[in-house]
């Protein structure tokens, strides 16, 4: 199906420009193999390293419309599927964006599915076996998948707990795709282009990214994203300082230890990166 014929809501959701996407292994034609199978994928990986990015450039690739799903410790089943509200004609039935991408045949992408309850992510089982159906208890009602409906999660491993983490009922339900941060190339090339800095300024961003996540487990949760040295180099590129730029972008976000972020903060000075140096 064209973007041009998707029904009115879904066309809305229709990703009609390539987002800029850098495969770093065989994660494109994975994903396209188990749309092809219409299986349900699971990505895996930190926070900032690219998972949305890359749900966005494979629905742009497939033509299919993108419904994209925040989670959170309050969504639930209803948030998905859908409610009964009050109108001025009555009581009217309002779908939710889960089944609005199963009636119509979108990808649906449920980011941090982890963060939801547990009533959530009951609810998607039924679409991720043989069944392919969504279950409207609301309505006595079952709704079969659309022929081109795929379904698409993400979590974060590293974050996962005894009170927060998928099910193994859940997991093994899903074809999954690890991520991380690219090779430090790579991601220099990533950061040059999304940024719009140079490849010496981007190649001073990854040192200063590298030396972030040498902390992980030693105070950092996690070290500066993708995402984040995306951020400074942005802000650089706008004219900031160079060190501004890192204490905005990376070490203010980073942790909320202010010892522990002058200590990075210290280390980045001590031996800026030739890149930044200038």
Request: with cysteine.
């Amino acid at each position: 199906m064209t973007t041009d014929l998707m029904p009115g809501a879904l066309s809305a959701h229709a990703i009609r420009d390539e987002p800029y996407y850098r495969a770093v292994g065989d994660e494109i034609e994975i994903f396209a193999a188990a749309y092809a199978g219409r299986l349900p994928v699971m990505l895996k990986g930190p926070t900032g390293c690219g998972k949305t990015r890359f749900v966005e450039h494979m629905a742009w690739r497939l033509g299919r419309p993108l419904v994209t799903v925040a989670a959170h410790e309050d969504l639930t089943a209803a948030d998905l599927a859908g409610r009964f509200l009050l109108a001025p004609e009555g009581t009217v039935w309002q779908n939710g964006p889960l089944t609005m991408a199963v009636r119509g045949g979108a990808i649906c992408y449920l980011d941090e599915i982890v963060e939801a309850r547990q009533d959530a992510t009951v609810v998607i089982h039924p679409l991720t076996d043989a069944r392919r159906a969504l279950p409207l208890e609301k309505k006595g009602e079952l709704v079969p998948a659309h022929p081109d409906f795929q379904l698409t999660i993400s979590y974060n491993p590293g974050y996962q707990s005894a009170v927060k983490d998928l099910k193994e009922s859940t997991k093994q339900r899903f074809v999954a795709i690890e991520f991380d941060y690219p090779a430090p190339a790579v991601e220099a090339e990533i950061v040059a282009r999304e940024a719009d800095v140079s490849g010496e300024q981007a190649r001073g961003l990854i040192e200063v990214g590298l030396r972030s996540r040498n902390l992980r487990g030693q105070g950092l949760a996690e070290g500066a994203s993708t995402r984040m040295l995306i951020h400074a180099g942005k802000l650089l590129r706008a004219g900031a300082p160079v060190d501004a730029a890192i204490r905005a972008a990376i070490l203010l976000p980073i942790t909320d230890e202010p010892d522990l972020r002058e200590a990075l903060g210290a280390a980045i000075a001590a031996s800026l990166p030739a890149g930044l140096a200038a």
